[in-house]
């Protein structure tokens, strides 16, 4: 099932409405979108970088992007900018799903390590994330959370592979509060790292994408950079849970 991105107002207030070859089997909503600026998320045609079908998802960041949620939150008060687009709805204990999207870096993308720089993470509702896809110090890298901070830094992709191409990632987790969560990742189709543990630490989470840059004043040059990144056929399959 094809599903449009955003819908109705939320639509028109971000000014970007995915094609339906960018995202199948969920919805999704800009992210903070107080002062949110239109030239964050947008979709991007060939000769831009496309994966599949005509079209692609960007995500851009410039210095001084930082917006405000309608619930208190605000980036600009917490040394933090973003782009992203936000799952309207939740995973909750006890599910297995497959997440796979493609993502492309463009040439000449700079790592701003020790600010942190992630293009994707799973959030929690009134906790910390749980799982974050960060640059780190290069690459892409699975960066797993207790309710406190990182509990495994897992490598995905090396930094010097990661930059001018297209990657397909594919995370299956089982959302679990107990041992019995996990996470696998593929890289093309690949098993490259897994987790087994607790994948949650709150009643549900959801998942986001695009450019999320936080801890800016570790790198005074990180305020100087622009990011920009593409996603690709965005998709979330349920699967039987754990032992069925």
């Known amino acids: 099932m094809r599903i449009a991105l955003l ?30 600026k239109v030239h964050g998320v947008g979709t991007a045609h060939a000769p831009l970088p496309v994966r599949s079908g005509e079209t ?9 992007d930082c917006s405000a949620g309608k619930h208190g939150w605000d980036d600009c008060a917490n040394d ?12 909750y204990h006890g599910e297995t799903w497959r997440y796979r999207f493609d993502i492309f870096v463009p040439g000449g ?11 994707a993470q799973f959030h929690q509702e009134g906790a910390r994330p749980a799982i974050m896809l960060q640059n780190h110090k290069g690459g892409l890298w699975l960066d797993v959370h207790d309710g406190e901070g990182t509990v495994e830094l897992l490598p995905l992709i090396p930094n010097d592979e990661f930059a001018g191409r297209w990657h397909e990632v594919a995370l299956q987790v089982h959302w679990s509060r107990n041992d019995d969560g996990f996470v696998r990742a593929f890289i093309g189709g690949r098993p490259v790292a897994r987790f087994d543990g607790p994948t949650m630490s709150a009643q549900k989470v959801y998942f986001k994408f695009g450019v999320y840059r936080s801890h800016l004043n570790r790198n005074a040059k990180a305020k100087e950079v622009s990011h920009t990144v593409y996603f690709d056929t965005v998709t979330r399959t349920r699967q039987p849970a754990a032992g069925q």
């Open 7 to 36: 819908t109705g107002l939320a639509a028109l207030a971000c000014g970007f409405t995915a094609e339906p070859d960018d995202i199948s089997g969920w919805t999704f909503t800009r992210s903070l979108p107080l002062g949110a």
């Open 80 to 91: 933090r900018e973003r782009a992203e687009l936000k799952q309207a709805g939740y995973q």
């Open 109 to 119: 993308h700079r790592v701003i390590w020790p600010a942190k720089l992630a293009f």
């Open 56 to 64: 692609s998802i960007r995500f851009h960041v410039r210095p001084g």
